[in-house]
């Protein structure tokens, strides 16, 4: 690249606007239930170089698995975060989301409705079997609570807590392990990283089959992930941090890949945060544990992955950013235009889209 593209590059990052990533989605496009078989939902394939895009068969990304690949997949597991309960003496509803444990039984929250919950008010779920009450506020008006209870803090959760489905899911959720992908492992998620729920075990068993490596990386999603974007200039924006880990073997496996030329295929937009945030200047993935606040956005040049499957996201969302970083702004908008007339299932629930170079599969 030239200086003077180089310039061009710069100026471009600069003037990058919220709006630059809105499209229009009817709202009967928005998934609301999951499929009865995972793997049946469908895939569009989008070549990041030309923007070719083709339609498929989730299961059908068999075909364009090759032994040689690594396969990144985020095993983080929801906990049933939603709270329902009430303000203790005056009995008025509220709604607690959890959001990340600060220590203890101490816990971020997110409170509903926030100015009836200031600090030193009490709360009280379950007709009293899990207590609580508000420490102080934070940024973005979240509370710090402090849980009283007696026995495991997990199991009254998974006694009173609800899913945190999104707000644009307004159907209830008939089975919530339809909300965790199959290799959910590690609890700490107030959301899932849907671009796995399209895969089964069956499925996960064939790609291995086929030689295919798999790593499983832990990203625990917080909702900053899928907080909208305010500020119209894009670089404004302060993504919120979440705690991942990586571990040997999920490292020397990735690693092993690109140096033997195969391809990093990362399952979902949490995974591909992992990855890049784990890697050195040299594209090396460290095995540990840390905090990232990676914004990913057009002008980010990865580092580790190579192809992503992902779902499709909201307009103006961050994930529409990042995936625009690995395919290009038109050609993603394109791409989507043609999900929307062919009237692919968009979110959570929704379909998938498989971004990769077609050339290197050849």
């Known amino acids: 690249m030239t200086d003077g593209q180089i310039a061009q590059t710069e100026n471009q990052i600069k003037e990058l606007k919220k709006s630059d990533f809105y499209f229009d989605l009817p709202q009967e496009l928005i998934a609301q239930d999951p499929l009865s078989d995972r793997s049946s939902?469908?895939?569009?394939?989008?070549d990041k170089y030309t923007g070719e895009v083709s339609h498929h068969i989730f299961k059908d990304i068999l075909d364009y698995l090759h032994a040689g690949d690594c396969l990144v997949l985020n095993n983080t597991k929801v906990i049933p975060a939603r709270l329902l309960g009430e303000r203790e003496g005056t009995g008025a509803h509220?709604?607690?989301?959890?959001?990340?444990?600060?220590?203890?039984?101490?816990?971020?929250?997110?409170?509903k409705p926030g100015k009836k919950c200031k600090p030193g008010t009490r709360l009280v779920f379950g007709d009293g079997l899990l207590r609580a009450e508000v420490l102080e506020t934070v940024e973005e008006g979240n509370r710090l609570i402090h849980f009283e209870y007696e026995g495991i803090f997990e199991e009254i959760l998974d006694r009173l807590g609800e899913m945190p489905l999104p707000p644009y899911i307004t159907h209830k959720l008939?089975?919530?392990n339809r909300y965790q992908t199959v290799y959910a492992k590690y609890e700490g998620s107030a959301a899932a990283p849907t671009a796995g729920l399209h895969f089964t075990q069956e499925l996960l068993g064939k790609i291995a089959e086929k030689g295919v490596e798999i790593a499983y990386v832990t990203l625990h999603v917080g909702l900053g992930t899928f907080r909208p974007v305010k500020e119209e200039n894009v670089l404004q924006h302060h993504m919120h941090s979440e705690f991942y880990q990586?571990?040997?073997?999920?490292?020397?496996?990735?690693?092993?890949?690109?140096?033997?030329?195969?391809?990093?295929i990362c399952v979902g937009t949490t995974s591909c945060r992992t990855v890049e945030s784990a890697a050195d200047e040299n594209g090396v993935v460290q095995a540990g544990c840390d905090n990232t606040e990676i914004f990913i956005y057009p002008g980010y040049e990865f580092k580790v992955l190579d192809a992503l499957i992902t779902n499709f996201h909201l307009p103006e969302s961050t994930l529409v950013m990042l995936v625009s970083a690995l395919a290009g702004r038109e050609q993603v908008l394109a791409?989507?235009?043609?999900?929307?007339?062919?009237?692919?299932?968009?979110?959570?629930?929704g379909d998938a889209m498989?971004?990769?170079?077609?050339?290197?599969?050849?």
């Open 246 to 264: 990586v571990t040997e073997e999920a490292a020397d496996k990735i690693n092993s890949t690109k140096q033997k030329g195969g391809r990093v």
């Open 41 to 46: 939902s469908r895939l569009l394939v989008l």
């Open 354 to 362: 498989f971004i990769v170079d077609l050339q290197k599969m050849l």
């Open 94 to 111: 509220v709604e607690v989301l959890l959001l990340k444990r600060r220590e203890g039984d101490v816990w971020e929250t997110l409170v």
């Open 174 to 176: 008939q089975d919530k």
């Open 335 to 349: 791409a989507y235009a043609e999900a929307v007339e062919k009237k692919y299932r968009f979110f959570s629930f």
